[in-house]
Each structure stands twice: as C-alpha cells, then as structure tokens.
C-alpha cells in the first residue's frame, strides 16, 4: 500500500538517504512512511528530516519523552492518524507505560502528568488551537515551573512542526506503517 496518496514518484536516492533509510531498517526494522512520502523530492526529504532530527533527537532541555508528548497532544488536536499513531507508539516504547501513550492519543488531560508537562502541553495545544491568544502570561507561567528561554522555544518549534506535519499527513492521506500498531503495547519490565 503507498505511503500517500498521491501519485509521486520516488527520486532515486542520493547517498546520505540511502544510508539513512539503511541506519532506519538496521534500528527499527523499516522507513517510517513519513520519509517514504518525502522520497519523490531529495531537497524536501533532507530538509524535514533535518528539522525533525534537530527538533526531536538534539541536546533539549526537554527529554525526548516531553518533546513526543508534544507531538501527541498536537497531533490529538489535530486528529492526524499518521502521527497519533507513529508518536503514540513513541511515547508507549519511551515512557514504558503503554496507558500513557493511549492516553495522550486520547486526551492529555487525562493522563496523570506532573504539574510541568500539563502545563506544557497546555501551551502547545493552546498554540495549536488559538495562536493569536498566546501572550506574555502564558510564557510566564511556563518560566515559574521551570522552563527556560530556550525551552519555550522548543516547545513552541515542536508544536509548528507537527502542526505543519498534521496539514502534510492529511492533505495526502499519509498511513502509518503497520508496526507502529503493534509496538510497546506491554508494560516495561
């Protein structure tokens, strides 16, 4: 089944894709479709993966767990199967805690976060769903739980990245590879 779709055809590889899409098989055993999908245009793949590496992977204030709970909650409001299905599945394996994960496809809210998360996926989702709204008071309260400058940057980064990833993955019906499903579904342990 395509990744997307629309009709694209792949370009052929250059590579450093190639030796990426070759690190993605060795470590998670296939490319996210998501990459698939970027594959008709090397200039596009580089660039979104080179966001999304920085963004997701780099040195953060923020523990990769915090920045895929992003992605989540963003992606709730959203209703992006692609990535609710792909970052869920990132939260379950990261956090261990597979309700957690089903949680934040869900509803946040329901989760059992500390007072920090919360409020940083409150300001996501408030970024996401009314972002004329967004204002000093709200940096504030970010900076009296504890989130630096450099923090609140990476929030709002990881929030208009899969803002933009949302829009993407539904304008060309992107589907989730089928092992995102299956994936830390048991309890670490």
């Not at 994960?101 to 970024?127: C, I």
Request: net charge negative; proline share 5%.
């Amino acid at each position: 089944m395509p990744a997307i779709a629309l009709g694209l055809a792949p370009a052929e590889l250059d590579a450093p894709t190639k030796a990426y899409f070759d690190k993605c098989m060795e470590k998670i055993g296939f490319v996210p479709n998501v990459l698939a999908a970027y594959a008709f245009d090397m200039a596009k793949l580089s660039a979104f993966s080179a966001m999304y590496n920085d963004l997701m992977l780099a040195p953060s204030g923020l523990t990769k767990l915090e920045r895929e709970m992003i992605a989540v909650a963003v992606s709730s409001v959203n209703r992006c199967y692609y990535c609710l299905t792909a970052h869920g599945a990132a939260v379950r394996q990261l956090s261990g805690d597979p309700v957690l994960g089903e949680q934040m496809v869900m509803n946040y809210r329901a989760a059992r976060l500390d007072g920090r998360q919360r409020a940083m996926l409150d300001f996501a989702v408030k970024l996401t769903e009314r972002p004329h709204e967004v204002e000093e008071a709200d940096r504030d309260g970010l900076r009296r739980l504890g989130f630096s400058e450099r923090d609140i940057w990476d929030i709002a980064a990881v929030t208009a990245f899969f803002n933009m990833s949302n829009r993407i993955a539904s304008a060309t019906d992107m589907r989730p590879n089928e092992a995102y499903h299956a994936q830390a579904r048991t309890p670490a342990g």
